[in-house]
Every structure is written in C-alpha cells, then in structure tokens.
C-alpha cells in the first residue's frame, strides 16, 4: 500500500485509515449504499485520527442523498496563517475503479498542478496508487494521500508568489 514518496506521518495515518471492502459505485444501487456507510465510517476514522494528533485540517459530507458529490472546507497553514478553501468532487460512475477528482474552484488557473475546473494535479503520485490499491481505498485515502500532499507542495508556492493573499 505504501509508497516511499510519502512522509512516515502521512504512511502511518494512511495506514489507520480502513480499507473499504465492498466494490461498488454509484451505478450499483443497494451495493452502493453499502459502499456509502464504509465511506463514511472511514472518513470518520480519519478525522479521529486528525483530531487525535492535532492534525485537523477539513470538513467533508456528501452534497447529495445519492452520496455522488461531495464538498467540504480544506485548510493548510503557512508561515503561521491559515488558508482556507472550498473544494468539491463527483463520484465517478466506475468507482471505486477511478478515484474522484478534486477541485478546488478559486484556485483554477494559479497554479500549473490543476486542470480546467480547478481540479487539482494527481496524476503522477496519486492515481498509480489509487489503480493499485481499489478497490479498497475510499474518499479518506483520496484526502489523505491526494489533496493533503497537493496543500502542503502548492500553497506554500501560491502564498510565495502572491497568487493567495490571506483572508482578512
């Protein structure tokens, strides 16, 4: 499941979270809901894990009752000051196959490491992972092992270069 790029706190958090047995998506109706509630009680396991180690850094829940779209807060300090945006995704219909996309809307187009949209870059690093590890890995392992990273490598450059200005 590991891969040597990651940190050893970002391994061992990884290693906390459940992996999800049921493969289904969206598609797979009564299966999906199965699915849902192993999603939900991982991201749980997740933010108790965060909490626990003074790590808290999002806010997630499903967007709609099918459980397909998904939105939250995501935070990343730097230099002592908090940055705080909105990020979204979709379930896609071949989940848990493909990983979701995550977007972070007011950052499209301030950074090379997103696409149209403003989803962000996890091509290299993330979705090899995810392909090899699904269908047991869910929406914590996408938080944990994609838009987790992709905050601490992209906003420290965005604050640096003056693309995100702290909020009053």
């Given at each position: 499941?590991?891969?040597?790029?990651?940190?050893?706190?970002?391994?061992?958090?990884?290693?906390?979270?459940?992996?999800?047995?049921?493969?289904?998506?969206?598609?797979?109706?009564?299966?999906?809901?199965?699915?849902?509630?192993?999603?939900?009680?991982?991201?749980?396991?997740?933010?108790?894990?965060?909490?626990?180690?003074?790590?808290?850094?999002?806010?997630?829940?499903?967007?709609?009752?099918?459980?397909?779209?998904?939105?939250?807060?995501?935070?990343?300090?730097?230099d002592l000051i908090k940055y705080e945006f909105d990020f979204q995704f979709d379930i896609p219909a071949t989940y848990p196959a493909t990983a979701p996309e995550i977007e972070l809307p007011e950052l499209e187009g301030?950074?090379?490491?997103?696409?149209?949209?403003?989803?962000?870059?996890?091509?290299?690093?993330?979705?090899?992972?995810?392909?090899?590890?699904?269908?047991?890995?869910?929406?914590?392992?996408?938080?944990?092992?994609?838009?987790?990273?992709?905050?601490?490598?992209?906003?420290?450059?965005?604050?640096?270069?003056?693309?995100?200005?702290?909020?009053?």
């Open positions: 499941m590991g891969d040597q790029s990651w940190d050893p706190t970002t391994r061992a958090t990884v290693q906390k979270i459940p992996l999800l047995t049921v493969k289904a998506g969206p598609r797979d109706k009564e299966e999906w809901q199965k699915r849902l509630k192993e999603e939900l009680q991982a991201l749980i396991k997740y933010i108790e894990i965060n909490k626990a180690g003074d790590l808290d850094w999002f806010t997630i829940k499903p967007s709609n009752k099918e459980g397909t779209h998904w939105s939250g807060k995501c935070w990343y300090v730097h301030k950074t090379a490491k997103m696409y149209r949209g403003g989803k962000i870059c996890l091509t290299i690093h993330f979705k090899p992972l995810w392909a090899k590890n699904s269908p047991h890995f869910g929406i914590a392992h996408a938080l944990c092992l994609g838009l987790a990273p992709w905050l601490a490598a992209e906003v420290p450059f965005l604050v640096e270069s003056g693309a995100v200005k702290a909020k009053a």
